[in-house]
């Protein structure tokens, strides 16, 4: 499967947006992953419903939504996306995923499930027919700037070892969280093929990001 760059906006320069999404349509980034937290879910408020619309009114890049917000079926039609867009919501934050699935597949979106550290690779068995991407944290949700947990490695192959298992080798393993040039490479080894890229590859004080997104994707052997 195609290997790709989702860039993490809350690491991006706040208070030049527009220049940065400029800056990464040049670095020809595959999608923008914007982190919606909600200080319940996760320990932290980010960014919100209105950005997300006024970011998808300015580019054509598809916009990758990771919601880590608790009861995430409330904002589903907050958002103006479409097809290409991706709207990721957490198994731990919904006791009716299931159906929210139903409801962003309903509005047009792609699906992404996403799952903490410590929630079980097998929680997503039977919520298969229903995602188009499965989100494997690799750190624990609402920060940026932190480091991988030791399991990243070992929960990405079981994930694939999963998917493979029940024919479900099509849907694709986004990573978040660390992820470094030299993370990447180890994930994406172990099968991870779209990668959310922060503080430690893509925004990187005094670096051009088309450079850093040239050194990431050799690193992870990117066709
Ligand atoms: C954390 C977010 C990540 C974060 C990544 O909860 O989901 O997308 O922005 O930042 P780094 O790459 O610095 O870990
Ligand atoms: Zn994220």
Do not use: W
């Not at 020809?28 to 009114?57: C, E, Q, R």
């Not at 995602?131 to 750190?139: E, F, S």
């Not at 779209?194 to 850093?212: A, H, N, P, W, Y």
């Amino acid at each position: 499967m195609a290997k790709s760059i989702s860039a993490s906006i809350m690491c991006a320069d706040l208070l030049n947006l527009q220049a940065s999404i400029k800056q990464l349509e040049e670095a020809m980034v595959d999608y923008i992953h914007i982190d919606i937290m909600d200080g319940s879910f996760v320990p932290n408020i980010t960014l919100g419903f209105d950005l997300i619309n006024s970011i998808k009114a300015i580019t054509d890049i598809p916009l990758d939504v990771h919601l880590m917000v608790n009861d995430p079926a409330r904002f589903i039609e907050r958002m103006n996306l479409s097809e290409n867009d991706i709207i990721c919501v957490h198994y731990e934050s919904d006791i009716h995923i299931h159906r929210t699935l139903e409801s962003i597949r309903k509005k047009g979106c792609k699906t992404g499930l996403a799952i903490n550290p410590q929630t079980p690779v097998n929680a997503i068995e039977y919520l298969l027919e229903y995602i188009d991407m499965v989100l494997i944290m690799t750190v624990s949700p609402g920060f940026a700037g932190q480091k991988m947990f030791s399991g990243a490695q070992r929960k990405v192959l079981d994930t694939v070892k999963l998917l493979e298992n029940l024919g479900f080798n099509n849907i694709p393993i986004e990573v978040d969280g660390n992820i470094s040039n030299e993370n990447g490479k180890k994930l994406s080894k172990c099968g991870a093929d779209i990668f959310v890229l922060g503080t430690s590859s893509l925004f990187i004080k005094d670096k051009d990001m088309s450079l850093c997104a040239r050194e990431f994707r050799a690193e992870v052997d990117y066709v």
